[in-house]
């Protein structure tokens, strides 16, 4: 059974500073995806990262993925309000589940002034 | 084109009531997906439809039937509602390695 862990589950976090999302996963996947979701909305698509060591960077939102570590990393640099949100990865299921996604907890980030 | 639709957005339903939710999207998708989101969990997968014809079993399944109507179409039905399925429900569909998600209908079961 594939697993996906994310940490933290919440974070607060000042305007300006960096900080950075983890997102584990238990077996092997060939493609690893990020969202976020505002709340009462649906779910945003940030980045798909495809192959050990994929650099994905828009704005102030940076992703990397690490296959041999089963690792994917979501970096915020100076964090502003408007990123105050909940973010979520997800690793792509096999063919054999229809290419279904399996997604961590999700990570509530609120920055402040 | 409206990408991925859903209907309703919102629904109250008692105990032991059944209802359909209904999704459809234009993009001429061959696979697609329920998934329910409850608060901490993340999205779980309820059913899905690698093409049309065809269904399959998620996650998290039980207390819910699905129909692939036609290549559009995908509807989730609750035949007897329990409290345990309040919950957001999102329809997805999926080509060229990317996930579309529909706005979600937000039920509760009293």
């Known amino acids: 059974e594939l697993k996906v862990e994310q940490n933290p589950l919440f974070l607060s976090m000042q305007e300006g500073k960096n900080y950075t999302i983890y997102c584990n996963y238990s077996?092997?996947?060939?493609?690893l995806y990020w969202y976020r979701q505002d709340p009462g909305k649906s779910l945003e698509s940030l980045f798909v990262?495809?192959?050990?060591?994929a650099v994905k960077q828009e704005g102030r939102l940076m992703a990397s993925l690490d296959t041999k570590a089963r690792l994917s990393t979501l970096h915020i640099t100076a964090a502003v309000h408007d990123l105050s949100a909940t973010y979520f990865c997800?690793?792509?299921?096999?063919?054999?589940?229809?290419?279904?996604?399996?997604f961590g907890k999700g990570t509530s980030l609120l920055v402040t002034p | 084109n409206a990408g991925v639709t859903q209907t309703p957005k919102f629904q109250v339903l008692k105990t032991g009531q059944s209802m359909t939710l209904q999704c459809a999207q234009d993009?001429?998708?061959?696979?697609m997906y329920w998934y329910r989101q409850d608060p901490g969990m993340g999205l779980r997968l309820i059913y899905y439809?690698?093409?049309?014809?065809?269904?399959d079993k998620g996650e998290v399944p039980n207390g819910y039937n699905v129909s692939r109507l036609n290549k559009r179409e995908f509807s989730l039905r609750l035949e007897s509602a329990a409290p345990s399925q309040t919950s957001v429900y999102f329809c997805?569909?999926?080509?060229?390695?990317?996930?579309?998600f529909g706005p979600g209908t937000r039920l509760t079961v009293t």
């Open positions: 997800a690793v792509r299921l096999s063919s054999n589940s229809g290419y279904a996604l399996n």
């Open positions: 077996t092997t996947s060939d493609r």
């Open positions: 990262l495809l192959s050990n060591g």
């Open positions: 993009m001429n998708h061959n696979s």
């Open positions: 439809s690698a093409s049309e014809g065809t269904t």
């Open positions: 997805a569909s999926y080509s060229s390695g990317e996930q579309y």
